[in-house]
């Protein structure tokens, strides 16, 4: 499908929504069109990367607690 192509069909889509789809599929372009340095995105993208490396160091350490014993404990 081209682009033009793919752009007719998508305008079809946005003018069948209501307003509350329309909202949310207008939010959901709004992000989709952000690139991941725009406003403070990268350094969240940057930090939730830092994080997450370091739960998987913590994990392949053994420094964390397994489901079922915190699922038994509260």
């Known amino acids: 499908m081209s682009t033009v192509e793919l752009r007719r069909k998508i305008k079809k ?3 069948g929504l209501d307003g509350g789809r ?10 989709l069109g952000r690139s991941e340095t725009d406003d403070d995105s990268g350094t969240r993208i940057a930090r939730f990367r830092a994080t997450l490396a370091k ?3 913590d994990i392949a350490a053994g420094r964390f607690v397994p489901f079922e014993k915190l699922r038994r404990k509260y």
């Open 13 to 15: 889509q946005i003018d």
């Open 22 to 31: 329309l909202r949310y599929a207008a939010n959901l372009l709004s992000l």
């Open 55 to 57: 739960a998987e160091r």
